[in-house]
């Protein structure tokens, strides 16, 4: 499987994974589109995903609200822009839902999946905007509840 | 790939305590023996000793000893990693990846 060829990841501020796993596409699909499957592997523990909206259509709202483990939640709200069951599904943070712009966009992922044998391969990409917009994401994202020490530990580290 | 992920797994999850981020500040001022280190916790030394252990593993400090005393220092090449943003974000996908494959074989499981 490729990437539709209009993709075209740039190393500095792209991710590509890809895995083979043994479950039917169908399973990988709900997985990624249902919030009561959603909320149980999206965040990285020991966050959480506390809350999940999918209006899964394109323009419709995805939004998720993840607890970081001193208890602050963060809301991201965006919308779908591609929808092809069991095969592709493509949300963005830049759109928020009815495609109104964002006022602090950041990134668009893309999911492709197909059938291998039993079970499905498929191909998660993140797409992000540049360093700027990144900090920014970082600042207010998942590694707030050691980011501050982590920050001086590296200004520090900078000197040696 | 895989190895940068789990040593980024390691860096995380030695920050992710707050004994050990207070270690890793302390030491950013300069190095210290395990003495010096662990004189403001009200912790037995066995426990905190593991703390110690668990930051030297991920690679963010290392220690020397010299007579009965061992030093640690920060290893700033490890910092720099945990600080590039992007191995962060790969290790954010890789983490949640795991979780999603390990989440559908229990879904496909409980289907049969």
Same mark, same amino acid.
């Given at each position: 499987?490729?990437?539709?060829?209009?993709? /075209?990841?740039?190393?500095?501020?792209?991710?590509?994974?890809?895995?083979?796993?043994?479950?039917?596409?169908?399973?990988?699909? #709900? #997985?990624?589109? /249902?919030?009561?499957?959603?909320?149980?592997? $999206?965040?990285?523990?020991?966050? /959480?995903?506390?809350?999940?909206?999918?209006?899964?259509?394109?323009?419709?709202?995805?939004?998720?609200?993840?607890?970081?483990?001193?208890?602050?939640?963060?809301?991201?709200?965006?919308? =779908?822009?591609?929808?092809?069951?069991?095969?592709?599904?493509?949300?963005?943070?830049?759109?928020?839902?009815? =495609?109104?712009?964002?006022?602090?966009?950041?990134?668009?992922?893309?999911?492709?999946?197909?059938?291998?044998?039993?079970?499905?391969? =498929?191909?998660?990409?993140?797409? &992000?905007?540049?360093?700027?917009?990144?900090?920014? &994401?970082?600042?207010?994202? $998942? &590694?707030?509840?050691?980011?501050?020490?982590?920050?001086?530990?590296?200004? &520090?580290?900078?000197?040696? | 790939? @895989?190895?940068?992920?789990?040593?980024?797994?390691?860096?995380?999850?030695?920050?992710?305590?707050?004994?050990?981020?207070?270690?890793?500040? %302390?030491?950013?001022?300069?190095? @210290?023996?395990?003495?010096?280190? @662990?004189?403001?916790?009200?912790?037995?030394?066995?426990?905190?000793?593991?703390?110690?252990?668990?930051?030297?593993?991920?690679?963010?400090?290392?220690?020397?000893?010299?007579?009965?005393?061992?030093?640690?220092?920060?290893?700033?090449?490890?910092?720099?990693? @945990?600080?590039?943003?992007?191995? %962060?974000?790969?290790?954010?996908?890789?983490?949640?990846?795991?979780?999603?494959?390990?989440?559908?074989?229990?879904?496909?499981?409980?289907?049969?």
């Amino acid at each position: 499987m490729t990437l539709p060829s209009l993709l /075209k990841p740039d190393p500095t501020l792209d991710l590509v994974l890809e895995r083979v796993i043994d479950v039917p596409p169908e399973l990988v699909w #709900a #997985a990624w589109t /249902k919030p009561e499957h959603l909320s149980k592997w $999206f965040c990285p523990a020991p966050w /959480k995903v506390v809350d999940c909206e999918i209006d899964l259509r394109p323009g419709g709202m995805f939004r998720t609200v993840m607890r970081s483990p001193e208890g602050k939640d963060f809301p991201n709200t965006g919308c =779908y822009l591609e929808i092809v069951p069991n095969k592709r599904l493509v949300w963005t943070d830049a759109l928020l839902p009815g =495609y109104r712009p964002a006022a602090d966009p950041f990134f668009t992922a893309i999911v492709t999946l197909e059938p291998r044998g039993t079970g499905t391969r =498929y191909i998660a990409m993140g797409m &992000h905007r540049d360093e700027a917009g990144r900090k920014r &994401h970082e600042e207010m994202g $998942f &590694h707030q509840g050691w980011g501050t020490a982590l920050d001086q530990l590296v200004a &520090h580290a900078k000197t040696m | 790939m @895989a190895r940068a992920a789990e040593s980024m797994d390691g860096v995380f999850r030695a920050l992710s305590d707050p004994t050990r981020r207070r270690v890793l500040e %302390r030491l950013s001022k300069s190095p @210290a023996s395990v003495s010096e280190l @662990a004189e403001p916790f009200d912790m037995a030394l066995p426990s905190f000793v593991q703390h110690l252990r668990v930051l030297e593993g991920s690679g963010l400090v290392h220690s020397r000893k010299t007579g009965r005393v061992r030093t640690y220092q920060l290893a700033p090449k490890r910092l720099r990693l @945990a600080e590039n943003w992007l191995a %962060r974000q790969r290790d954010f996908w890789e983490r949640r990846l795991n979780q999603l494959d390990a989440y559908l074989l229990e879904l496909k499981e409980k289907r049969r």
